[in-house]
């Protein structure tokens, strides 16, 4: 039996007050934002937006987000009726919100900020929309509620060069999308609305499995597509996912100003998957001309560089284009089935970028590490420990497997059951935690989309890893201390900035512990001991204070990616609590290369060097440099700890891996140069 959107909302409503039940929001309106983001997370439409809740007399603001480049911004207003039931919201309702905030921008843009005080977030947040208004092309405000609104126009407006679009997230809509069974809203192109007309195309090949059309469409359509759907149109194009930062091609915009007429027969064109197109009614179904009114879950998998590039010849006003002379050949292949179009959609991608260099770990979902990792999370069980029922954690490899697997339950209690035993965790959720464990702060600040390509791309390039089942259990638990961090962090009511808190907070853990966290405690557990959790709240009050004052004024947000930010984490002074270090390990967790060395690739002439070289220094050089090191403070707490494991993983008989041979003799140089002899 299919979920109703009051089942789905009943969910939902319990879900919040969890929230309540463990979380400190001095509003439930706060509460209320904070859990919609994490769905509107799940679905694309929010990477890292930041909680911020003002209202004031004609004002009002709940969270925003801007994009790296400050060409876009997200303002979030909420309308929050703390009911189990479902109501309905009226128009006037979402346009008094809406309008608010516009007012907020429009005040912003305008540089007449001074009626909002200078103590609080919002001014800082104004004036940093006004330093940056020549880059800020877009502005999109969003109103979020837990009722229901019948359906609404809303007119995009200017404000000088900004184009400012409205939307709204209510229930129903919250519901479509996530009993989709694709965890992310089908993005629909009606051609009757772009272009006035249907489009015409060829109906090429045919197969049980797909439907294959040519067409051609105008270049100016497309990149009115990008500007109003941005990297939603490319979520199945991996590589333009990984590549983004590149994506606009000087080659091609060359062509988009000096031979417009030219563009269709020197560009490649674009490929599109769907799964439905619509076509006029009366269209023989077996002609090869067909005209198509609309395609639903419109996606580029090839062609992000052609679609990035026209946008960006529409949107900079240094360039002069001649878009009605500008056409760009279209490949659509209709896929009907989900589960195809986990296997087709990658071979299209790959297939159709066959004559570039693409590695073979771009196309992430089907990488071997990722395929692994499906497979053990699907047969592993937490211990069953201090009257718990085991939980089985849902690793999702391609987007929509949990929802499918969720919806597979035919009522709202068993929904309930399987969230509650089977937590999932996300390919970019990984990621984060990954990076934030190898201490890299910075890249985890800049977002999960920038941490999702660093850490691909360390995939790629780095020693290869199978996954196994030590290896997936060490991932949990430290996602699990990840999130435990997260609701610490949210528990202290600091108002904003709660993802760069919480990343310079697991940096300065691993810092001063050396990544001795005891893993398979948490993993026995499915938890953090409470001297960990009193650990964290101290040390995170002390991160928040740096990263709040240290930047005088300028952006928090932005000060959080860089070095300077990460050297002062560094270099801050906090001593940890007797009772927390009596609990650590001797060493750091066994790295997978150690547990399995069969996964590693031959290692180079050179990485072999490395590595012989790091072999050399005895156990026993190790020991006397680490008392050496404490007993004059000669090194920082994280190198004093490495040397403890390098005298472990000599005692031990094992190889080091190349990393960490590589700064096994980097230290031990600087011991040297320190004073150290042996």
């Known amino acids: 039996m299919e979920q109703t959107v009051k089942e789905f909302y009943e969910e939902f409503y319990s879900d919040l007050l969890k929230a309540k039940a463990g979380g400190s929001f001095a509003k439930d309106e706060d509460y209320f934002t904070s859990l919609i983001f994490e769905y509107l997370a799940e679905v694309g439409e929010v990477n890292e937006p930041i909680i911020y809740s003002f209202r004031d007399n004609g004002i009002q603001m709940n969270g925003f987000e801007f994009s790296d480049d400050y060409s876009e911004l997200r303002i979030f207003v909420s309308i929050f009726n703390n009911t189990d039931q479902i109501i309905s919201i009226s128009k006037t309702d979402i346009a008094t919100a809406q309008s608010r905030a516009f007012n907020i921008l429009r005040k912003a843009l305008t540089n007449k900020i001074d009626s909002f ?12 929309i006004f330093r940056h208004k020549a880059e800020l092309k877009d502005v999109y405000i969003t109103a979020l509620t837990n009722g229901i609104v019948k359906d609404i126009d809303l ?27 694709q965890a992310r809203e089908p993005i629909v192109v009606n051609f009757m609305d772009f272009l006035g007309r249907p489009l015409p195309a060829l109906r090429g090949g045919e197969s049980d499995r797909t439907n294959v059309f040519v067409t051609i469409i105008p270049g100016k359509m497309l990149a009115q ?96 284009v001649d878009f009605p002379h500008i056409f760009i050949q279209m490949k659509l292949a209709v896929v009907e089935s989900e589960s195809d179009m986990d296997e087709i959609v990658p071979n299209i991608s790959r297939f159709s970028n066959s004559q570039n260099k693409i590695q073979m770990a771009d196309f992430a ?7 692994a990792m499906e497979t053990i999370s699907r047969n592993t069980w937490s211990p069953a420990k201090n009257g718990h ?53 910075k890249t985890v600040s800049l977002g999960a989309q920038k941490c999702f390509a660093k850490f691909m791309d360390n995939l790629g390039s780095g020693e290869k890893i199978i996954p196994n089942d030590q290896y997936f259990k060490n991932c949990i638990s430290k996602t699990i201390l990840f999130r435990k961090l997260e609701k610490i962090v949210l528990a202290q009511r600091f108002g904003g900035y709660k993802a760069n808190i919480v990343a310079y907070t697991y940096y300065l853990l691993m810092l001063l512990t050396g990544r001795r966290i005891d893993l398979n405690y948490i993993w026995e557990n499915q938890d953090i001991t409470p001297a960990l959790s009193r650990e964290l709240t101290e040390m995170c009050k002390v991160v928040r204070e740096y990263i709040v004052v240290t930047p005088n004024g300028g952006n928090i947000s932005e ?103 590589a700064l096994a003799y980097k230290i031990h140089q600087e011991a040297i140069d320190e004073g150290f002899r042996m």
């Open 389 to 441: 029922k085991p939980v089985q954690w849902f690793f999702e490899r391609a987007r929509g497997q949990y929802a499918s697997a969720l919806n597979a339950n035919p009522t709202p209690s068993k929904r309930k059951e399987f969230k509650e035993y089977h937590p999932l965790i996300t390919k970019t959720d990984l990621s984060k935690v990954l990076i934030s464990w190898e201490m890299d702060p």
């Open 225 to 320: 597509l990008y500007r109003e759907y941005h990297d939603k149109l490319l979520e199945r194009n991996v590589r333009a996912y990984l590549q983004r930062k590149s994506g606009v091609n000087k080659g091609i915009l060359e062509t988009i100003q000096s031979d417009p007429d030219m563009f269709l027969a020197y560009n490649n064109g674009i490929t599109v998957t769907a799964a439905k197109v619509n076509l006029v009614e009366g269209s023989d179904q077996y002609s090869a001309e067909v005209q198509i009114k609309s395609i639903e879950d419109f996606q580029i998998v090839n062609g992000g560089q052609t679609t990035v590039s026209m946008f960006t010849a529409l949107v900079d006003n240094t360039f002069e």
């Open 559 to 661: 000060f959080a990616k860089t070095k300077n930010c990460q050297e002062g984490i560094r270099s801050l002074k906090y001593t940890l609590s007797k009772e927390f270090v009596s609990e650590l390990r001797e060493s750091e967790a066994k790295d997978i290369m150690e547990t399995q060395p069969n996964s590693t690739v031959a290692l180079t002439p050179k990485e072999e060097e490395i590595v012989n070289r790091a072999s050399k220094i005895s156990a026993d050089e190790w020991q006397t440099m680490g008392v050496w090191a404490k007993s004059g403070e000669k090194l920082n707490l994280y190198k004093r700890s490495f040397i403890f494991s390098m005298y472990s993983i000599k005692k031990r008989q094992k190889r080091p891996t190349v990393k960490q041979a």
């Open 365 to 371: 979902s089907n990488d071997p590490y990722h395929r």
């Open 155 to 181: 007119v995009s407006q200017k404000l000088g060069d900004v184009n400012v679009s409205f939307n709204v997230w209510d229930t129903d809509r919250l519901f479509k999308c996530f009993t989709s069974g």
């Open 117 to 128: 005080s200078r103590v609080t977030d919002l001014h800082d947040l104004s004036a940093n």
